[in-house]
């Protein structure tokens, strides 16, 4: 009865915050989009397809910070109720519970505040997870629990599940959520067993004891403030940490940048294009005044303006109203052609349209370009024949290897490389059809994702509580090599039986509650614990 109850709490868990928090941020993602448009607004104009360098730089960070922000309702809602578990008295009954199932893979009971710190019920972080191995006395299982604290769901990794989910699998965020949260568990328990039966079979061992406190009633006060001062520190790591990992990934995406000869087989192209705009326009009584460059290019960037902020402000007539009116007074002699009165107007209105799709596509050529040729984007491509099994191209690889610095930077690349300046959120253009992506590249990602090499923080902690660069590099080569093996694995298996996403993960999941239990019937060679009777003895009160 104690594992239902787990269950539904974890279920409940993600139910209320993934499922419901996902639909407060269709309240606050307007907000951060107008946020957006007005900086942008301050910044240099682009000339159709020449966008400034400084542009460019601000508009990667502010995508790199919105892509977070976004997910702050989410973890206000996850934090509340992990501070409730706590308050109550719960969170010693989980270890209580889950004792006698991690003994038998190498663990015991004080493995469970790590891995509840790690991340457990999504949302904690490797470092103090790491770091609270220090009062496990069985050296073995310290150990043993510190090699698998990283393979649990920090909140590094939320914003990238919440991403995927909210693109793929709207429909069953919970469900997936939950097959996410419990099956990292069932990994880490198999990775215990399997180092706790081989590398460190020799270490010693000590049974595990413990007090289970009284259930207290948790306070209002006490609740929200652990949520909100949790919510800050995740607020102050984007505005920190992200940000800095977001200004070496522009550095490395930028440099060396396009070559000469393909620059000017883009500006031809440019060209042309506005020369076809003007063909279009020629018999317009407009055209006289259209036939300058400069209030060419001022005109596409008005309509790109405008249609940006119509976009945020579409739920409400007054201010779609307003909006109208402030364009108009702000550009009359301009306006009248993104927002057309009389057939001259739409004609024009038509060609406008289309200059501006065919700009945007080639802004999105040449920044795919410069990506692609970048440096960290030759290494992207580098290592693609091996990462294509599992369904990843250069650009998945990008967001990748940028998210080996910090994992929110994941999400941050892929808000800033697939943004097409419409105010799109992160996942809706991540799921356009332009991508090419499908529900099967979203679960091998997540399946990559969930088995994902700690972040460089937790290495480095994790080297100094295990005093051991073999198990530091094991502890990175290990989840890396499960990660894309299991990913490529369930991607080509999926696309041969034509699976879906969720049966795919269905699948993923069953198969490695399966190889747990299967390794939970090898007890090992287990070495005698360190107890005054001569037999390991459990003392609960």
Excluded at 313 to 320: E, G, K, P
Excluded at 390 to 413: H, P, Q
């Amino acid at each position: 009865m104690s594992f239902v109850v787990l269950a539904l709490v974890v279920y409940g868990t993600y139910e209320l915050s993934i499922v419901k928090g996902y639909e407060l941020t269709n309240y606050t993602w307007p907000y951060l989009a107008k946020a957006k448009n007005f900086i942008v607004s301050l910044l240099p104009a682009p000339q159709l397809i020449e966008v400034p360098l400084i542009t460019e730089f601000v508009v990667w960070l502010v995508n790199s910070a919105l892509a977070l922000l976004n997910y702050v309702p989410i973890f206000l809602i996850l934090f509340s109720i992990i501070a409730i578990l706590e308050d109550t008295g719960y969170m010693p009954r989980i270890a209580f519970v889950l004792d006698r199932v991690f003994n038998r893979y190498g663990l015991h009971g004080q493995s469970t505040l790590p891995l509840v710190l790690g991340g457990a019920f999504v949302g904690g972080c490797a470092v103090p997870g790491i770091m609270a191995t220090k009062g496990i006395a069985d050296e073995r299982a310290r150990i043993a629990t510190i090699m698998t604290v990283p393979y649990m769901n920090c909140l590094a990794k939320v914003p990238f599940y919440t991403l995927l989910l909210g693109a793929f699998f709207a429909s069953s965020m919970s469900l997936m959520m939950f097959f996410i949260s419990t099956v990292t568990f069932f990994i880490a328990l198999s990775v215990a067993r399997v180092l706790t039966m081989t590398v460190l079979k020799n270490r010693a061992s000590k049974p595990f004891m413990m007090e289970l406190p009284p259930y207290h009633l948790p306070t209002v006060k006490g609740v929200l403030l652990r949520a909100v001062q949790r919510v800050w520190m995740y607020i102050y790591k984007v505005g920190t940490i992200v940000m800095a990992v977001a200004v070496v990934l522009f550095v490395l995406l930028q440099f060396p940048g396009v070559p000469a000869a393909t620059k000017a087989a883009f500006e031809q192209r440019a060209t042309t294009m506005v020369e076809d705009f003007k063909a279009s326009v020629q018999n317009s009584p407009y055209a006289e005044s259209l036939h300058s460059k400069e209030t060419i290019y001022q005109l596409v960037n008005l309509h790109n303006q405008y249609r940006s902020e119509r976009m945020v402000a579409a739920s409400s007539a007054d201010r779609v109203k307003a909006l109208d009116t402030r364009f108009e007074q702000t550009y009359p002699e301009l306006f009248r052609f993104v927002k057309p009165t009389n057939n001259d107007e739409r004609a024009v209105n038509r060609a406008l349209r289309q200059l501006a799709q065919k700009s945007q596509l080639l802004q999105n050529e040449i920044k795919n370009e410069r990506i692609e040729n970048s440096l960290l984007g030759s290494v992207s491509r580098f290592i693609e024949p091996v990462t294509q099994w599992a369904g990843f191209d250069w650009r998945i690889n990008v967001a990748f290897l940028s998210s080996f610095a910090a994992r929110e930077s994941a999400v941050a690349t892929i808000g800033s490389m697939y943004e097409q300046g419409q105010g799109d959120r992160p996942e809706e253009a991540f799921a356009s059809a332009e991508t090419g992506y499908t529900a099967l590249h979203a679960v091998a990602m997540l399946i990559f994702m969930i088995f994902t090499p700690p972040c460089i923080a937790s290495m480095v902690v994790l080297k100094l509580n295990v005093q051991s660069y073999k198990l530091m590099l094991l502890a990175i080569a290990l989840p890396f090599s499960l990660g894309l093996l299991f990913a490529s694995a369930f991607f080509t298996l999926a696309t041969h039986f034509a699976w879906d996403g969720l049966h795919t993960m269905v699948y993923f999941y069953f198969t490695v509650v399966a190889i747990t239990l299967v390794l939970g019937f090898f007890r090992g060679s287990a070495v005698l614990p360190e107890t005054s009777g001569g037999q390991a003895s459990y003392h609960y009160r």
